[in-house]
């Protein structure tokens, strides 16, 4: 369930708030500041709809770029490294919802590079693949820029899904003077990176089970047996 | 006579395109499968036969065909991306309105102009060599104090005209007074505090404090005053009209500090929070002494070249293909080999891991 839920950090929470890859032993203990510097509550912009350039509708995902995490200290006591991430998004898309909603759920969970490759590969979908590796493309020039992202290369694709957006009425006309409508649909694509390796297990429901795990899970099978028709 | 099943046939035809009367409606309103395509086991699609013609379209009527479809003009969405990033050149844009029979019209706010301060350092002070370096009871720190009394004509005379505004002004009195402005400036520079900042930094140092510090924490400390703060230089003068005094007032301040810059996520990037500096700078406050109102703001800051004794911050970036390296970065390619093939002979054996400037591996050892 976890694994479906659209939050930042999805990942970390399965492994514990915490740092995801070890640390170096330094030699000076890095301090954190009083809490007092960090925004305080209530004047924060990001929770304000940001408007998307190429359409008229605002949307709150792009305001998680204007999110500011205080500096903290984790359970060891040293300076919580968070991974840096970028949240970028395209409006008005014209494409089709059924084509792209296999592009958005391929792309999940690779890295940036690897994504980019296998986006190439596509025959089918080809145009969507296109803009979709353009919109990543896109993206990870922005973690680079503007959040502070060493490596272009050390991104992977943590959230990548689509949504309906507007849509655009046509009309034609059948035979016996009969006429239908017709829609003309747009969609929206929407790409978080991360900076880091990405998780072994993107999904849950397609991790290698241990041996234990398939024991437990059959024996769980077998007990819940019952005789049919029996009072 | 029709037999019942074609008859219902004939039902499912009519409720699945549509009545005979001739009123359009929408195909996807319906939520009906038509027979012709059919679902399920009994529901079988219509055979081609008497009730569906059994001939393929023919390719000369395409044109035809396509003409029956009214299809509107779709928004231009990539376009419209470029135009509103600014990315567009002036000629596509008027292409564009052109296109459409749209007429571009200037945005109606009008801003009223407001001089409140000048734009620039009157007359900048050039800071003595060797300031701050020197204790002031050696024989260099007392050279370097005379030399900055000595070029007092000027600032005699400034102090003459601000006086006319301002009766109670004390050269000496002000530098202590400032340091308290100084400070509020920077702790609202912290706290991104824009409204605090107005008040206590000029038009014009407003844009230069906050430049690259959005998304970022900021943890400024001012520690002590090492050296009491001194009035360096005074210069006033008229702006625009006569008697439409600006003052400036260069104050050297020596004192200890502590600055900890954060990124987006809490990793720092710059200075340390624990470690204080010590820092010389002359800060140039300005008033508008004209007006009744005026206040004394932080203008502008002049640092010494030898007195850049910052930490090099931890960011690194990309160079761009017109960019050249610095000059003491200039590594040729044979160096570059020589400590390639040095490194890789060394680390053969045992494959360290990569770190990244936040100590996090990247790379592990293989």
Not at chain 1, 94 to 123: C, D, M, N, P
Request: aromatic fraction near 10%.
């Amino acid at each position: 369930m976890l694994s479906q839920l659209r939050l930042p950090f999805r990942h970390l929470a399965q492994n514990g708030l915490g740092v995801l890859t070890p640390l170096r032993q330094s030699s000076s203990v890095d301090f954190v500041p009083p809490q007092t510097f960090a925004n305080p509550a209530g004047t924060e912009k990001w929770h304000e709809k940001v408007s998307v350039p190429g359409g008229q509708d605002s949307f709150i995902f792009p305001a998680f770029n204007k999110r500011i995490h205080p500096p903290v200290l984790d359970q060891h006591g040293q300076l919580l490294v968070r991974p840096a991430y970028c949240c970028h998004m395209r409006t008005m898309i014209k494409y089709s919802q059924k084509k792209l909603w296999y592009i958005a759920s391929f792309v999940r969970g690779l890295t940036v590079e690897e994504a980019l490759k296998q986006l190439t590969y596509r025959h089918m979908n080809a145009k969507g693949a296109m803009i979709v590796s353009d919109i990543i493309r896109e993206a990870q020039e922005l973690a680079v820029q503007e959040h502070n992202v060493e490596f272009k290369t050390n991104l992977w694709v943590a959230e990548s899904f689509t949504e309906k957006a507007e849509k655009v009425k046509g009309m034609r006309r059948h035979a016996r003077g009969r006429m239908a409508l017709l829609d003309f649909e747009f969609q929206n694509y929407f790409v978080r990176l991360e900076e880091g390796a990405p998780p072994k297990d993107y999904y849950e429901w397609r991790r290698e089970k241990r041996p234990e795990e398939l024991l437990e899970n059959y024996v769980a099978e077998q007990r819940k047996r019952t005789i049919v028709f029996q009072q | 006579m029709i037999s019942l099943q074609s008859s219902i046939k004939l039902k499912q035809i009519v409720s699945g395109v549509g009545s005979l009367s001739g009123t359009w409606h929408t195909q996807r309103a319906l939520h009906v499968t038509p027979l012709i395509l059919g679902w399920g086991n009994e529901h079988k699609p219509i055979p081609r036969g008497r009730f569906r013609p059994n001939r393929h379209w023919h390719p000369e009527n395409r044109k035809a065909r396509a003409m029956k479809i009214l299809r509107p003009d779709l928004p231009d969405s990539d376009f419209l991306r470029k135009m509103q990033s600014k990315e567009a050149s002036p000629a596509e844009i008027r292409d564009f309105y052109k296109e459409r029979g749209l007429m571009r019209h200037e945005s109606d706010n009008e801003i009223p102009v407001y001089t409140s301060c000048t734009g620039m350092l009157m007359e900048p002070f050039e800071p003595p060599e060797g300031d701050g370096k020197a204790s002031l009871l050696s024989k260099q720190g007392a050279k370097d104090s005379a030399l900055v009394v000595q070029r007092k004509g000027k600032t005699l005379l400034a102090t003459r005209k601000l006086r006319r505004f301002e009766e109670d002004f004390d050269p000496r009195q002000f530098a202590e007074a400032s340091q308290e402005i100084y400070i509020q400036a920077h702790e609202a520079l912290a706290r991104h505090d824009e409204d605090d900042l107005h008040k206590y930094a000029t038009e014009k140092a407003y844009p230069e404090m906050l430049y690259n510090t959005e998304n970022k924490t900021i943890y400024w400390k001012f520690i002590k005053s090492l050296e009491p703060p001194k009035t360096v230089q005074i210069r006033a003068n008229d702006a625009f009209t006569k008697n439409n005094l600006f003052a400036q007032v260069t104050v050297r301040f020596h004192s200890q500090q502590i600055l900890a810059v954060y990124d987006r996520f809490g990793r720092l990037i710059q200075g340390h929070p624990t470690v204080a500096k010590d820092v010389l700078e002359y800060v140039v406050f300005e008033k508008h002494a004209a007006n009744l109102y005026g206040t004394w703001r932080v203008h502008g800051k002049i640092i010494p070249d030898w007195q850049d004794n910052r930490t090099p911050g931890r960011l690194t970036r990309v160079l761009r293909k017109d960019e050249a390296p610095m000059e003491e970065e200039i590594i040729t390619d044979e160096e570059a080999t020589k400590s390639n093939e040095a490194e890789s002979s060394t680390t053969d054996e045992s494959d360290a891991p990569i770190y990244d400037r936040f100590n996090r591996v990247i790379a592990k050892s293989k």
